[in-house]
């Protein structure tokens, strides 16, 4: 009995365990990042035809790796690693945009890495997929606008600024947020997530 009641219990105990880094975490990490790499040299060739603020609507497609990430290996630092790392492989493959883009990459991951962090790590569901897309959403809509678009005559806050960050938030909440926990599910069912938790039960 006494035994017992010196001995954590597991929900005690529990949490350190859930958000230590396995190798298979850093791997999966890793493959995500290097996949959506690829997706993204290829998506810079649309995303350079549109004119902001509707290019906002594009961007979600780059908050992906991070939310992904997020919601499939649910460890902190999960969304960051697969964001920096997408960057910078678009980089290698020829990313029109330079070296910005791997800070662009770390800011957009910590974006996404805030929302699960207002969960602490504990929910991946719809609501908490939604909520790390508005914080990605957010994080890069931030960096644009300070760095290319501040407020000024030539972009007005009620007819630029504001429609270009509601339009990268939408965008990051439906394809990075939504997209990216369907996609996660549809991994789930082929059985190909069993080491994780995504693909042992449903979120």
């Known amino acids: 009995m006494a035994e017992q009641a010196v ?13 230590r880094w396995r190798t298979v975490d850093i791997v999966v990490t890793a493959v995500l990042g290097v996949a959506f790499g690829v997706v993204f040299w290829a998506w810079n060739l649309l995303a350079a035809l549109a ?8 961007n979600g497609v780059y908050l992906m790796p991070g939310v992904v990430a997020g919601l499939l290996v649910r460890k ?3 969304a960051t690693f697969a964001s920096t790392l997408a960057a910078t492989v678009s980089i290698v493959l020829g990313s029109p945009y330079g070296g910005i ?10 974006g996404g890495e805030v929302g699960f962090l207002l969960t602490r790590y504990r929910s991946f569901g719809w609501g908490t997929a939604v909520l790390a897309g508005i914080t990605a959403g957010l994080s890069t809509s931030i960096m644009d606008l300070s760095l290319y678009y501040p407020v000024s005559a030539d972009y007005p806050f009620w007819s630029f ?10 965008s990051s909440v439906v394809l990075a947020g939504i997209v990216g926990l369907l ?19 449903r979120v």
């Open 7 to 19: 001995r954590p219990s597991a929900a005690e105990t529990e949490p350190a365990h859930r958000l």
């Open 51 to 58: 004119v902001p603020p509707v290019s906002g609507l594009l």
């Open 76 to 78: 902190p630092g999960a």
């Open 101 to 110: 883009i791997v800070i662009y990459g770390l800011v957009q991951g910590l």
């Open 161 to 170: 600024t504001a429609p270009y960050t509601l339009f990268t938030v939408l």
């Open 183 to 201: 996609l996660v599910r549809a991994l789930a069912r082929t059985g190909a997530l069993s080491a994780f938790a995504a693909g042992r039960r």
